[in-house]
Nanobody, 121 residues
Framework: QVQLVESGGGLVQPGGSLELSCVASGTIFSIGSMGWYRQTPGQEREMVAVYMSGGSTKIAGSVKGCATISRAYAQETVTLQMNNLDPRDSGVYYC???????????????WGQGTLVTVSS
């Protein structure tokens, strides 16, 4: 069974940095895109950054210049690095994987369980 396992997050001071990692576990043959979304109370989940299957990336305008996304295909891992964090960057960050082809699935989309990021002094 394919799962997304997230790590990182926690309490970060304003102006600080964080790194979130997500690993897709299971017998996986390929994944289309992998990325990070975030959600704050009362708000819809929004894209932060996505690493597309072809190697291009999408970065939300609200974090452009402060966020970098990278992907290790062999390890089925996607990593989000953010710097110069602002309290508005607080929220639950979710890993997302699209078009997973695995031993048991031909076209699976998954969300991670979410990891809380709090930017506060």
């Amino acid at each position: 069974q394919v799962q997304l396992v997230e790590s990182g997050g926690g309490l970060v001071q304003p102006g600080g940095s964080l790194e979130l990692s997500c690993v897709a576990s299971g017998t996986i043959f390929s994944i289309g895109s992998m990325g990070w979304y975030r959600q704050t109370p009362g708000q819809e989940r929004e894209m932060v950054a996505v690493y597309m299957s072809g190697g291009s990336t999408k970065i939300a305008g609200s974090v452009k210049g402060c966020a970098t996304i990278s992907r290790a295909y062999a390890q089925e891992t996607v990593t989000l690095q953010m710097n110069n964090l602002d309290p508005r960057d607080s929220g639950v960050y979710y890993c997302h994987a699209y078009r997973i082809i695995s031993l048991t699935d031909r076209d699976l989309t998954l969300w991670g369980q979410g990891t809380l990021v709090t930017v506060s002094s």
